[in-house]
């Protein structure tokens, strides 16, 4: 059984590589950090898989970089961590996005993946 801090430093891990990702625009860096079949729901119609992952982040604007903050976690099964987060999207153009994000990460043979990705602009 997994403990909060566990469940964070899990989080922390997978996460702080997103956000390399993000803010380095390194799109398949990024998907790699997902499981061959996850769901994966940001701003736009929601995608399956790696290569629909990889495209969505392609397609983000240069200077795109995100900053989070760990609201909740959960363990709902064993190898299963959940995570509740508040990110902020900056832009070099715009004014930045909040957002809330859930992830559900699994133990795989890989390590730890996301599974399941979706944000809402409700409660950002």
């Given amino acids: 059984m997994t403990t909060d801090k566990d469940r964070e430093a899990i989080l922390r891990d997978v996460l702080d590589r997103w956000k390399a990702g993000v803010d380095a625009h390194e ?3 990024i998907a790699a950090l997902f499981t061959e079949d996850a769901i994966f729901q940001g701003l736009r119609p929601y995608g399956v898989g790696r290569p ?3 495209a969505y982040y392609d397609s983000q604007p240069p200077g795109l970089t995100a900053a ?3 609201l909740e ?3 709902p099964a064993d190898d ?3 995570g509740y987060l508040a990110v902020d999207f900056s832009f070099t153009d715009r004014p ?3 957002v809330t994000l859930g992830v559900l990460l699994k133990r795989t043979e890989e390590g730890w993946l ?3 990705y979706q944000v809402s602009t409700a409660g950002g």
């Fill in 27 to 29: 799109p398949e860096e």
């Fill in 52 to 54: 629909a992952i990889a």
């Fill in 68 to 70: 989070y903050r760990v």
């Fill in 73 to 75: 976690t959960r363990a």
């Fill in 80 to 82: 299963v961590v959940l």
């Fill in 96 to 98: 930045a996005i909040h």
């Fill in 114 to 116: 996301i599974s399941h």
